[in-house]
């Protein structure tokens, strides 16, 4: 009987030097493809990063048990810490869209329009993680909430895209491109692109929408060594959101910016449903107040609400998790009763492609990396496939808001929640936060505000008008549904000619097709 060859000398040393020879164990039971993919995984690897990777995370582990042993919180509890020097925002880095007179908005949206005309406004999606906590195995963009449409969350922010290159249009008198970069990983490349192909990219031009990978790293347990999650394969995640800057240098992108001549970036996470691309408003307050780095922030729902703050820390701008921040300054507010540290981060940001270039080029490397402590499948010393019930192992991530100390003019603005933040994380089954019932939710009492605001009325099954209710008297049922499509309004503009006093019985879906056969009846 033959024996399997030994793994080749190179993929041994490498692992040797990273002090990782374990990864091998199993080698001899390999088929000979499980032993080309392993070879082939730990060939992606170096060894003194790797070293340093697992090393760190061992370090990580061991400094969690220390706190945890000495009663401090071990994250999410409000009371873990407190962060030297924390100030709120300065009222002059900051913009909100409530507090600003509508002229002034209004010049706003006339710059973003602007720039969008001109070609120098791109937006970059960050999605590089699975549905995994939805229950789903397929990236989080190809999920359907449940809306009358049926519509994913990748086909509505590709409608948003055609319809902000639309208005622009309309408005300057200029055909324009906003190009469309997304941040996938391993797990949701592949997925990505056959759903867009499928989808003949929603109807946005193809060498327009730029798929790129961000970089994998290995988990780690907490004594610092690789999680195998099959004999022969390495478990395997995404560097977090912060890896978005090296994944910007290993792919090029900075350079098809360049190409296209591309000035501004709006970067943003898959799973918020509200989410405005290429926001116009959001980039002309930006590139007016001459800012290199923005981030848009909404007023935290309740002091405890488990969000990091967009504040000062020691004169340098980040976000602090809640869980680093004491109890009394959770809790702090100013002489208006309003809470001292109320800028919530939602993951929505602003970059100049310069500002890119230098983290990419000089700070990336100063990121550190945050530890997310996970219940990892992994494969025991007799190979059984072992699914804890308690977290056993490390994956090291970065942020993309861990940039924000290197920009030499920061910027903030606050948007309403109910307009602009509604993520989708949880299923249903999870409980009621940040689930697609929530999520559907936000965005059809959206639309229904948007119809009522433009004069239209709902009628109930007896054909009486169903009384106006307002976000404010927010019931668990709807009064009535009412869908609008991304391609008829980016956010209640132009609905007046068509809804204005006239009835409708729920659900009212309005789509492009819709509004032709509205206009036919007016």
Same mark, same amino acid.
């Given at each position: ?351 100049? =492609?310069? $500002? ?5 080029? #000089? &700070?990336? +490397? ?5 530890? !997310?402590?996970? %219940? ?34 920061? =910027?903030? $603005? ?5 307009? #602009? &933040?509604? +993520? ?5 089954? !999870?409980?009621? %936060? ?89």
């Amino acid at each position: 009987m033959l024996l399997p060859p030994p793994a080749p000398a190179r993929v041994r040393e490498l692992l040797g030097r990273a002090g990782q020879p374990e990864v091998l164990r199993f080698w001899e039971q390999l088929s000979a493809e499980e032993r080309r993919l392993l070879e082939a995984a730990v060939q992606q690897l170096e060894a003194g990063p790797l070293r340093d990777h697992c090393q760190e995370a061992a370090a990580a582990a061991t400094a969690r048990h220390r706190e945890q042993g000495q009663g401090a919180a071990p994250g999410g509890g409000g009371g873990g810490g407190t962060h030297r020097n924390m100030q709120p925002l300065p009222g002059e880095v900051t913009g909100s869209t409530a507090r600003t007179e509508p002229h002034r908005l209004d010049n706003w949206r006339d710059r973003g329009f602007h720039e969008i005309s001109e070609n120098r406004v791109a937006v970059l999606l960050l999605a590089g993680g699975q549905g995994t906590r939805l229950g789903v195995s397929y990236p989080k963009g190809m999920y359907d909430v449940g809306l009358p449409s049926g519509k994913t969350l990748y086909q509505i922010q590709a409608e948003r895209i055609r319809k902000v290159q639309q208005l622009a249009e309309e408005r300057l008198g200029k055909k324009c491109v906003v190009p469309w970069y997304i941040m996938t990983s391993e797990f949701t490349l592949e997925p990505t692109k056959k759903f867009f192909a499928q989808h003949n990219y929603f109807g946005l031009v193809e060498s327009n929408v730029v798929m790129f990978e961000q970089q994998m790293l290995p988990a780690v347990d907490f004594n610092g060594k690789i999680i195998l999650e099959q004999k022969g394969r390495i478990a395997m995640a995404p560097d977090g959101n912060g890896g978005l800057y090296r994944a910007l240098m290993n792919n090029k992108i900075l350079e098809d910016m360049d190409r296209r001549g591309i000035c501004f970036v709006h970067v943003y996470c898959v799973d918020n449903i509200l989410v405005k691309l290429a926001d116009p408003v959001f980039i002309g307050f930006c590139v007016e107040k001459g800012a290199d780095c923005g981030a848009k922030v909404v007023e935290k729902a309740y002091p405890t609400e488990p969000v990091g703050v967009v504040c000062l820390v020691d004169g340098i701008y980040q976000v602090v998790e809640y869980s680093e921040v004491s109890q009394e300054t959770v809790e702090q507010r100013n002489p208006d009763g309003g809470l001292t540290f109320n800028a919530g981060n939602i993951c929505n940001h602003f970059f100049t =492609v310069d $500002f890119l270039k230098s983290v990419t080029e #000089e &700070f990336e +490397p100063q990121l550190k990396r945050h530890i !997310a402590v996970k %219940k990892i499948p992994y494969v025991d010393e007799q190979g059984n496939t072992v699914r804890p019930d308690v977290p056993n192992g490390i994956k090291m991530e970065k942020f993309v808001f861990d940039v924000f100390q290197f920009s030499k003019n920061f =910027v903030a $603005f606050e948007v309403l929640r109910e307009d #602009e &933040f509604s +993520p989708l994380k949880n299923a249903d089954s !999870a409980g009621s %936060k940040d689930t697609p019932s929530t999520t559907r939710r936000a965005l059809l009492w959206q639309h229904y505000r948007w119809a009522v605001r433009a004069g239209a009325h709902f009628l109930d099954s007896n054909n009486m008008r169903i009384p106006h209710l307002s976000q404010l008297q927010e019931a668990e049922e709807l009064p009535a549904v009412c869908e609008i499509s991304p391609l008829v309004s980016s956010e209640g503009e132009g609905l007046e000619k068509y809804l204005k006093d006239r009835e409708f019985h729920s659900p009212l879906l309005l789509t492009e097709d819709a509004l032709v056969a509205l206009g036919q009846h007016q």
